[in-house]
């Protein structure tokens, strides 16, 4: 652990909070086998989805990837085989969801097929994983427009209202794509990606380097027309999860390309986001909330920013690199000592406290699949500080 200068007290910690990690997940294994939970816990409790016209447990959405991704990391934290056979259980239900085109109308194919079957042919050579995949990534090539060079995020291609909006939770959805190209060799791939990316450099970021959550492109022109919010406080204020997305998702961005401005763009996200934190360093769910403020905090805003911080300060170097992987692991141990589950609480979730739409009252003050999934990969960057980045 040393590697990456965790201290003796942080790695214990650290090692502790896995294994609490891992007695709910193999909890939450023997409760739903191969369904998938919902977006979010009610009171605490994760329950199997349910979506009119599918069994209950089906898979559909944009977060149940995480499960699978969960186990993978599960996998590199404990000895032995049974994670990696139960991601492996997942394969098939992603293959028949691509192939019959179940829910896939959405650039979130990346979340949803990095992590259950990309993953499953680089650790274990599942040829249905690559196929699924390969698949889930020309599908996702289907949104991009040419003339605007984005990725449309949500919905029919034709359907007014979404034509030539991206968000800027995309920025994960791309290595989906760079991984295509690596497989196949064809750079078409990452070519697309790449000019996503630096469209949302040049657009979603603010000049005070704070973020908008959607932008807004005319796919006839090409011209860039104006940002707005979908889950934030306002059109003008920072989406505290929008701006962690920036920090990972840039960071990721520059890995998979070199290019030094998106290195920079993931700084400027960074930056904005530590001098906007509160005292225990977990941020509100929108950033225009600051100490003190009546509003909920966002769990998987700060377990996003942790693993953003530290695949972040892999990329600096000196005073900067220090900097960012100390602010993560300040917000790595606020998570644990502060926001997980405690044990006279009746709850499957390895994060409380998260938010998932706080203007619609969706998932507010409750647990979700991403904030659990993230936090579990800032503790393998942690306990496995060799671990391969899955994104």
Request: charged share 25%.
């Amino acid at each position: 652990m040393s590697d990456i200068g965790v201290s003796h007290d942080l790695g214990v910690r650290a090692r502790a909070a896995t294994d609490a990690a891992l007695a709910v997940i193999d909890a939450n294994v023997r409760t739903f086998a191969v369904g998938y939970p919902d977006d979010t816990t009610i009171g605490g409790i994760y329950h199997l989805r349910r979506r009119t016209g599918l069994p209950d447990g089906a898979n559909t959405g944009w977060t149940t990837g995480f499960l699978p991704g969960m186990l993978w990391l599960a996998s590199e934290l404990a000895p032995g085989d049974n994670y990696r056979r139960l991601a492996l259980r997942h394969i098939g239900s992603f293959r028949e969801r691509i192939e019959n085109a179940i829910d896939i109308e959405t650039h979130d194919l990346g979340f949803l097929y990095t992590l259950s079957c990309a993953i499953a042919w680089r650790e274990d050579g599942d040829i249905e994983a690559r196929d699924a995949a390969l698949a889930a990534a020309r599908h996702l090539m289907t949104r991009y427009h040419e003339k605007a060079r984005i990725i449309q995020a949500w919905g029919d291609l034709d359907n007014l209202e979404q034509r030539g909006r991206t968000i800027i939770d995309s920025l994960m959805n791309t290595p989906l794509l760079f991984w295509a190209s690596e497989v196949t060799g064809d750079a078409t791939f990452a070519n697309a990606a790449t000019a996503h990316v630096r469209q949302l450099r040049d657009h979603i970021i603010r000049p005070d380097s704070s973020t908008f959550h959607t932008y807004y492109w005319d796919t006839e022109t090409g011209a860039a027309l104006r940002g707005g919010t979908a889950q934030g406080h306002a059109d003008d204020s920072c989406w505290a999860r929008g701006q962690v997305w920036g920090i990972y998702g840039f960071a990721i961005n520059y890995r998979h390309t070199g290019d030094e401005t998106f290195l920079e763009a993931s700084r400027r996200c960074a930056d904005y986001f530590l001098d906007h934190l509160p005292e225990d360093s977990v941020p509100y769910w929108d950033l225009a909330f600051g100490e003190g403020a009546d509003a909920p905090r966002d769990s998987s805003s700060g377990a996003i920013a942790a693993t953003g911080l530290l695949e972040l300060a892999g990329a600096c170097a000196g005073p900067d690199a220090d900097r960012y992987r100390d602010a993560a692991f300040t917000i790595l141990s606020s998570l644990m000592s502060l926001y997980t589950p405690s044990a006279d609480e009746d709850s499957n979730a390895l994060l409380a406290h998260g938010v998932y739409d706080e203007p619609k009252g969706v998932g507010v003050d409750e647990g979700n699949l991403w904030g659990d999934y993230f936090y579990l990969e800032a503790l393998t960057r942690v306990v496995v500080p060799d671990w391969t980045p899955y994104w």
